[in-house]
T-cell receptor, first 113, second 112 residues
Framework: ETGVTQTPRHLVMGMTNKKSLKCEQH?????MYWYKQSAKKPLELMFV???????ENNSVPSRFSPECPNSSHLFLHLHTLQPEDSALYLC????????????FGPGTRLTVL | AQSVTQPDIHITVSEGASLELRCNYS??????LFWYVQSPGQGLQLLLK??????LVQGIKGFEAEFKRSQSSFNLRKPSVHWSDAAEYFC??????????FGTGTRLQVFP
């Protein structure tokens, strides 16, 4: 595997379910990001991790819980979501103190029923 | 506050025609500048980036962009569009942090 991978690619869940999104990067980067992309809205940065430490939380509701066990893996744990949380969730990675270039995964298409 | 503006939400061109997608930014210093492309249901792929030096930057898939400091612009161009270029295009600004600020995107439609 190369680049940034995300699993699953598609997820349908009910409002009472608990699920997790997984992101893995094979680029040796130390910064990882979660973005939310909704239809007809700008790309929203949710969380930033640098060297496994969370450095940014953009007022994301607590029903989204990130976890970064190491620099290569990033999770987004989901519970009691709302239908408006349906979106494409993108993971990205970069090298801190580098040129800001971010490498994106293919995304997870989440549908909340 | 820093911002990125892509004034064109949707552009339609004929295959073979030239293309220019506009991007303006608001930032005190010269930032890092990026153009990304996103096909439906996919992640973002980097087309090109500018840090310093030559203000005309060449990217993948025949795209280029020109940084104009006086206009705070970084417009994306392609001399002849192919049907496979239909996608959404995002301009982004990198600040002195590890964050990027993205524009709202321009959706490109290509007619045969």
């Amino acid at each position: 595997e190369t680049g940034v991978t995300q699993t699953p690619r598609h997820l349908v869940m009910g409002m009472t379910n608990k699920k997790s999104l997984k992101c893995e990067q094979h680029l040796g980067h130390n910064a990882m990001y979660w973005y939310k992309q909704s239809a007809k809205k700008p790309l929203e940065l949710m969380f930033v991790y640098n060297f496994k430490e969370q450095t940014e939380n953009n007022s994301v509701p607590s029903r989204f819980s990130p976890e970064c066990p190491n620099s290569s893996h990033l999770f987004l744990h989901l519970h009691t979501l709302q239908p408006e949380d349906s979106a494409l969730y993108l993971c990205a990675s970069s090298q801190p103190q580098g040129d800001n270039e971010q490498f994106f995964g293919p995304g997870t298409r989440l549908t909340v029923l | 506050a820093q911002s990125v503006t892509q004034p064109d939400i949707h552009i339609t061109v004929s295959e073979g025609a030239s293309l220019e997608l506009r991007c303006n930014y608001s930032y005190g210093a010269t930032p890092y500048l990026f153009w990304y492309v996103q096909s439906p249901g996919q992640g973002l792929q980097l087309l090109l980036k500018y840090f310093s030096g030559d203000t005309l930057v060449q990217g993948i898939k025949g795209f280029e962009a020109e940084f104009k400091r006086s206009q705070s612009s970084f417009n994306l161009r392609k001399p002849s569009v192919h049907w496979s270029d239909a996608a959404e295009y995002f301009c982004a600004v990198g600040l002195n942090t590890d964050k990027l600020i993205f524009g709202t995107g321009t959706r490109l439609q290509v007619f045969p």
